[in-house]
């Protein structure tokens, strides 16, 4: 090898040897400015608040300020493809939801949103079941008598929800399929306003997310017939899960997930998982979290991409079974 050719290869080596070293320094300070978790909805949701009480107890220990941004519409989908489209370098983050990620890219054609492919998981920050609850001047008091109520009027009876593609209208939908049901869904601006008509009798029922109905629930203006959840909730240890009331399978929850755009270092993955985790084990959050119904379990960066590969390929299912069309 003549002598240019090896101070060519000892150049190469040493520039690798320097990008290397700088790539490990950068990832190794990090964070050395604030970091941003956007938000797909509007601030006071059920998304927002747990970025905020996770981003809180971030900021005491990462150094750096943890901010939260809310950059609403088309069900999430606009904050998402502004946070794929961010430098993969910490920095810009998205709290994602089973709307966001798992229904409405298969709901709305137009997106060029795929969450499986631009965005890897940090950690799951909170797991919400939903409830099957019914009016009081309903006779159901079961599960099976919401079905057999169905059952007696094909199409007829309604159910609400705060919007179409969101997890209270999903989980109905899922709830006719594995019931072998056919109900008549009716789509509110929101899942205040579906609850104020079922607790008025406009409707007769709903599924309705735990940390949005328990209080009516305890305050007697509803009654819980069936969780959604694979367990039963703490919140309401009395009421059976659906699969315990004669739907074996039946599973559906509102979840939020931190991610990261695709490509992010593991080494910063890892790092916000664990400072998830230790927000996650203080009493205080804790005790937010048992108010609010929802629970959080432990998860791995690995953990949260699978899981959330899992929703896309159960939810796309099921809207194609049903043929649920939104408007383009």
Do not use: C
């Amino acid at each position: 090898m003549t002598r240019s050719r090896i101070a060519i290869a000892l150049a190469g080596g040493l520039a690798l040897a320097f990008a290397a070293t700088g790539g490990l320094t950068q990832t190794a300070k990090y964070p050395d400015k604030p970091v941003k978790i956007v938000i797909g909805f509007s601030a006071g949701g059920g998304t927002d608040v747990v970025a905020r009480i996770l981003a809180l107890k971030m900021s005491e220990t990462l150094g750096q300020t943890v901010l939260v941004e809310n950059r609403t519409g088309a069900s999430g989908m606009i904050a998402g493809e502004m946070v794929a489209k961010s430098a993969p370098d910490g920095y810009t983050l998205m709290m994602g939801t089973q709307t966001t990620f798992a229904v409405a890219p298969t709901l709305y054609k137009k997106t060029t949103l795929d969450p499986a492919r631009d965005f890897s998981g940090i950690a799951m920050s909170a797991v919400s079941p939903l409830v099957l609850v019914v009016n009081p001047s309903v006779p159901a008091k079961s599960v099976q008598d919401v079905i057999a109520m169905a059952k007696a009027k094909p199409g007829q009876v309604n159910y609400g929800s705060g919007g179409l593609g969101t997890t209270p209208h999903m989980s109905g939908e899922l709830f006719q399929a594995i019931a072998g049901i056919k109900l008549s869904h009716i789509a509110y601006r929101g899942e205040a306003p579906a609850i104020n008509d079922l607790i008025g009798g406009q409707i007769p029922f709903m599924f309705a997310n735990l940390s949005a109905i328990v209080g009516n629930v305890r305050a007697g203006q509803v009654r819980a017939v069936g969780v959604t959840s694979a367990k039963r909730a703490a919140a309401l240890p009395d009421v059976p899960t659906l699969a315990e009331s004669g739907l074996p399978g039946f599973e559906a929850a509102t979840w939020f997930a931190l991610v990261a755009p695709a490509g992010t270092p593991q080494e910063i993955r890892t790092r916000l998982n664990a400072e998830i985790k230790r927000a996650l084990a203080l009493p205080d959050v804790k005790q937010r979290y048992a108010a609010l119904g929802m629970t959080a379990e432990d998860s791995t960066p690995a953990s949260v991409d699978a899981y959330i590969k899992s929703e896309i390929a159960k939810w796309t299912k099921v809207i194609k079974d049903a043929d649920i069309k939104a408007p383009q």
